[in-house]
C-alpha cells in the first residue's frame, strides 16, 4: 500500500512518488564545515550557514542530500524532463519488453493557444466549444493509434517494433535518483512560465517533497536563487 503523504496527483494520470531519500539540511552543513575542520553545530548556526551557502554560490555541498522519485508522466514531458542530465539518474519502462497501461494517454484539462509575442509561451483560453472539438479530436486519435497497436500485437509483430506508432501523450513511468543541487536547477528551469505547463505542474511535485524533506535548504533557495514565477516565494 502506498503511503498517500509520500504521492502526489500529476495531470489526469500521473504522480510523482518520493520513494526514498538519503540526507536533510544538516547533510549540506556537514559536507560544508569538514572544508575548515570544524563541525561546531545549531539550529541556528546551521540555518544561517545555509543562506550563506545559497546566497554566495557555494552549491556543491547540496549534492550529499540525494532523492529517489517514482514518476508517471506523458512521453513529451519524459522528453524535456531527461534534457537535465547532469546530476540526474534516471530508468524507464520500456516498451520493448512491455504493454503495461499501453493504453493510458494524457487528456489536457485547458486549451492553450500560441502567445505571439514569445513564441515560447502558450496562453490559456476559456471557450468550452474549442475545449470539447480538441479533447474529440485527440480521443480519437489516441483510439485508433491504440486499435493500430493491439492489431499489430495480434499479428505476433514484436513489442519493439509495433510501438513505433505510439504517441507522446501516452504515460510513461521512470524511477529517477537526483541530488538537491541538480533539482534546484531544474526547478529553477521548469517552475517557470517559459516552460510548458505540463512540466511546470511535475516541477511543483518535486518542489513540495523538496520543502518537506529540506525546510532550511528550500527556504534559503527560494530566497536567494529561484528566479521563477510559478513556486510561492
Known sequence: MKNSENILKVLDKGFVEI???MGGDRSAVRAARVSHGKDISTDERDKNLIAYLMKNGHTSPFEHITFTFHVKAPIFVVRQWFRHRIG???NEISRRYTSKNVDE???PSNIR???IEDKQ???VVE???LKKQMIEIIEEAYLKTYESYEKLINLGV????ARIILPVGEYTEFYLTTNARALMHFLDMRASSHAQWEIQQYAIAL?????KICPWTYEAYIKYVYQGDVLEK
Do not use: R, T
Open 113 to 115: 493557444i500560441q502567445d
Open 127 to 129: 471557450d468550452e466549444g
Open 88 to 90: 540526474m539518474s534516471p
Open 105 to 107: 494517454f494524457y487528456i
Open 121 to 123: 509561451k502558450s496562453v
Open 207 to 211: 518542489a513540495h517533497f523538496f520543502q
Open 19 to 21: 520513494v526514498d531519500y
Open 158 to 161: 514484436a513489442k519493439e517494433l
